[in-house]
């Protein structure tokens, strides 16, 4: 016998059972009961599947689809039940799920033997629904690697060949839905009778994937058009087929080549044709006096924002560079979260009509003293730092709610350029498991605040959340309100920033809750062999991050 330690209630439940019970006779025997059925739990703070077995000691505490990793368990499940029904009805179809975007998955299908219509989708969706309704076991094997791989060419599955040759392990996980195979880097719910909320509709030229919404699991999220932040994907996936790597086992066959100064080199050159082509675009209208900057957390506006001032200064303006959030009202101003908590998210944490003011007075022509916002004093400081613009000028502002109109309500919109700036992964790890954009900003941010303000990788993983809800409030709402948007993301950046990120993810000590997410990283980060940073030039937005730009922050 051996002991359990539950979580799950307020007072942790002990109790012994036979040596090699599984986590879902587990559950059944404590009578663990969530709002929405439980899919999975951390052991030891490491994310298990239902059919784990345990065999020591171990402290559980159970999840439902509303915990991140159940949500992700989740949707990677919902892409099994999709890749499926689409063997089952065209067996020679490939099906690529891309990116997330209006609150699904962007999918596509190469080799359909019809023209993708909207019967064709409701023709897949019915059959993931039989598939749904059969309640058919995922089955997890560990194999030796060679045999996976002379599974997958089977399979005709080559994109998972090239990703496993490069990975140099004796043995490799595979799952099965009936007659198909496929490989998730991570873990599904025990059966497809689970993924009981789902749709499938024409998007674009492909299809929109949609699990159920993260606030209510009853229902699909409503779909918003996002025209501009898919025209980005779609110009960056352009990119990814110039440099002939659109998944992470090519990005490694390519290193082991030594191919990556061109890679780095065509990558950098794409981004600064980007910003050169936005300059550019200003220029031609007239009256811009402002170029507003926003994105969320760790997408490399900061860098953006000195790029282009060079651009612009090519045209013949003088930009004048100022960051929003200089103008944040004094501590004692500050709005309070609904736990008590200062919230710096918010709009309200800014001075609004101070900003608004010296906008003003710029544009007049009057003389304005910048303030500096002290955060460990809380408060605005003037140290005569004193700005005015001339014809030549032009302001570029940079913060999180630059595309908010109320930031700048006094301001004419014949005078305003908005930029949204973040970094969209493009590269997947393989056809049907994409990279998440957000796992790509958290790893920059990890090790920006590791060499700018000493923090643990425990501690940003313990802030993201809260960055992350306030993303979703403040930021993400205003995106398609931007005259352009820009993509940050470079092709070999995390196999760059992986040397600095996984020795601070295996300083997370597994008492934490944050250790498995840190797994999680540790793991993700597994696939990709490691580049130097020798061939980035200083000017690139990587170096934001980890240091050596030629730029002052």
Not at 41 to 58: D, Q, S
Not at 89 to 96: C, F
Not at 220 to 248: C, R, Y
């Amino acid at each position: 016998m051996i002991e359990i330690i539950c979580t799950n209630n307020p007072t942790p439940i002990r109790r012994e059972f036979p040596i090699g019970t599984s986590l879902a006779e587990i559950a059944k025997e404590l009578n663990i009961n969530l709002k929405t059925p439980i899919v999975g739990a951390l052991v030891n703070n490491k994310v298990k599947e239902l059919n784990y077995r345990i065999f020591k000691p171990k402290q559980i505490e159970f999840f439902s689809f509303s915990h991140n990793a159940g949500f992700q368990m989740y949707l990677r499940s919902l892409s099994f039940i999709l890749f499926h029904a689409v063997k089952k009805l065209y067996p020679d179809a490939t099906l690529n799920i891309q990116h997330s975007i209006s609150g699904g998955k962007y999918c596509e299908i190469e080799n359909l033997p019809v023209t993708l219509t909207q019967e064709v989708a409701s023709e897949i969706l019915q059959k993931m629904r039989e598939i749904v309704e059969a309640n058919i076991p995922f089955k997890r094997e560990q194999m030796l690697t060679t045999d996976a791989l002379e599974l997958f060419r089977e399979h005709n599955l080559m994109d998972k060949c090239v990703l496993f040759k490069s990975r140099n392990l004796l043995y490799t996980s595979v799952y099965r839905l009936e007659e198909n195979i496929n490989y998730y880097y991570g873990y599904l719910v025990p059966s497809t009778g689970y993924i009981n909320v789902f749709n499938l509709e024409i998007y674009h030229q492909g299809l929109l994937l949609q699990p159920p919404s993260r606030h209510n699991s009853n229902q699909t999220a409503h779909i918003n058009a996002q025209s501009k932040l898919f025209k980005v994907f779609q110009e960056h996936k352009k990119w990814i087929s110039i440099l002939g790597v659109p998944h992470v086992g090519a990005l490694n066959l390519a290193i082991e080549r030594k191919e990556t100064t061109n890679l780095i080199q065509v990558s950098e050159a794409l981004h600064e044709k980007k910003v050169a082509s936005i300059a550019d675009e200003i220029h031609h209208r007239d009256k811009i006096k402002m170029v507003l900057i926003s994105g969320p957390s760790s997408s490399g506006k900061t860098t953006f924002c000195k790029r282009l001032s060079v651009q612009l200064e090519v045209l013949g303006y003088k930009p004048l560079q100022i960051s929003i959030d200089n103008y944040f009202v004094n501590r004692e101003q500050t709005p309070k979260d609904e736990h008590g908590e200062y919230d710096f998210e918010c709009l309200q944490a800014i001075d609004i009509k101070l900003f608004n003011t010296h906008l003003q007075e710029l544009l007049n022509g009057n003389s304005v003293e910048i303030p500096t916002f002290d955060f460990t004093l809380g408060k605005k400081l003037y140290n005569g730092n004193v700005v005015k613009m001339n014809e030549k000028s032009i302001l570029i502002l940079e913060g999180i709610h630059g595309l908010n109109p109320q930031l700048t309500a006094m301001i004419g919109n014949e005078f305003k350029y908005k930029v949204f700036v973040s970094a969209l992964t493009q590269i997947a790890i393989d056809t049907q498991n994409p990279i998440p954009t957000t796992d790509n900003r958290l790893i920059r941010r990890m090790v920006r605040d590791f060499k700018y303000r000493g923090y643990s990788a425990l501690e940003t993983m313990k802030r993201w959340q809260s960055v992350r809800k306030g993303e979703e409030k403040w930021i993400f709402p205003f995106q398609e309100q931007a005259d352009m948007m820009f993509n940050s993301a470079l092709l070999c950046e995390l196999s760059i920033l992986k040397l600095y990120a996984e020795p601070l993810l295996r300083d997370v000590p597994e008492t934490e809750a944050q250790y498995a997410e840190a797994v999680r990283l540790l793991k993700f980060l597994s696939y990709f062999k490691t580049v130097s940073e020798k061939d980035i030039p200083p000017t690139s937005i990587l170096r934001e991050f980890f240091g050596g730009s030629s730029f002052i922050y």
